[in-house]
T-cell receptor, first 113, second 116 residues
Framework: GAGVSQTPSNKVTEKGKYVELRCDPI?????LYWYRQSLGQGPEFLIY????????DSGLPNDRFFAVRPEGSVSTLKIQRTERGDSAVYLC???????????FGSGTRLTVV | AQKITQTQPGMFVQEKEAVTLDCTYD???????LFWYKQPSSGEMIFLIY??????QNATEGRYSLNFQKARKSANLVISASQLGDSAMYFC?????????????FGSGTRLQVQP
């Protein structure tokens, strides 16, 4: 596609539920990143994929968070047993894999009630 | 220690004037890259400008320029001839050159408001 697409744009879920957030990167971009942006803060790195594999998952806060990219394009961020503190905007970005060109999506606003 | 520090939570500027947004960084890596992003109320992060640690000249992109002072570890963004559409959050970010490390570390941002 023309840009990075994230769905849904908004998600409200109850505490304890499981959620999946989807990211569709720019076609041909081999690198994909997930960030979390809490209110009034800058984005914080969660995980980076190069192709199908997670090259760096050092930002995942705990084992309730997991992400996959099975075919090297679309990625899904999965959050189990959601907590109110997980409420944030989850941003996805992709890049060609070399160089500096990161392109971000518009994010998914997750609200845990 | 904070890796990226933006000390101005909010800034005001008159339309058509220039404004400087401050950013200092902290790294021991000799190879790194510095980025500025704009985030309007729609939420999307828009890339503005990039400066590599080995670049000899300050980066410029249209009305945006980066005042890179390596010894001071600062990378301030200068916006010339401000426009009403420049009102947004601005984030400074760094990528360190350690092998395999491609994640960006962001500052807390500066909210710029351009007044007519």
């Amino acid at each position: 596609g023309a840009g990075v697409s994230q769905t849904p744009s908004n998600k409200v879920t109850e505490k304890g539920k499981y959620v999946e957030l989807r990211c569709d990167p720019i076609s041909g971009h081999t690198a994909l990143y997930w960030y979390r942006q809490s209110l009034g803060q800058g984005p914080e790195f969660l995980i980076y994929f190069q192709g199908t594999g997670a090259a760096d998952d050092s930002g995942l806060p705990n084992d309730r968070f997991f992400a996959v990219r099975p075919e090297g394009s679309v990625s899904t961020l999965k959050i189990q047993r959601t907590e109110r503190g997980d409420s944030a905007v989850y941003l996805c970005a992709s890049s060609p894999g070399t160089g500096e060109g990161y392109t971000f999506g518009s994010g998914t606003r997750l609200t845990v009630v | 220690a904070q890796k990226i520090t933006q000390t101005q939570p909010g800034m005001f500027v008159q339309e058509k004037e220039a404004v400087t947004l401050d950013c200092t960084y902290d790294t021991s890596d000799p190879s790194y890259g510095l980025f500025w992003y704009k985030q309007p109320s729609s939420g999307e992060m828009i890339f503005l400008i990039y400066q590599g640690s080995y670049d000899q000249q300050n980066a410029t992109e249209g009305r945006y320029s980066l005042n890179f002072q390596k010894a001071r570890k600062s990378a301030n963004l200068v916006i010339s001839a401000s426009q009403l559409g420049d009102s947004a959050m601005y984030f400074c970010a760094m990528r360190e050159g350690r092998a395999g490390r491609r994640a960006l570390t962001f500052g807390s941002g500066t909210r710029l408001q351009v007044q007519p």
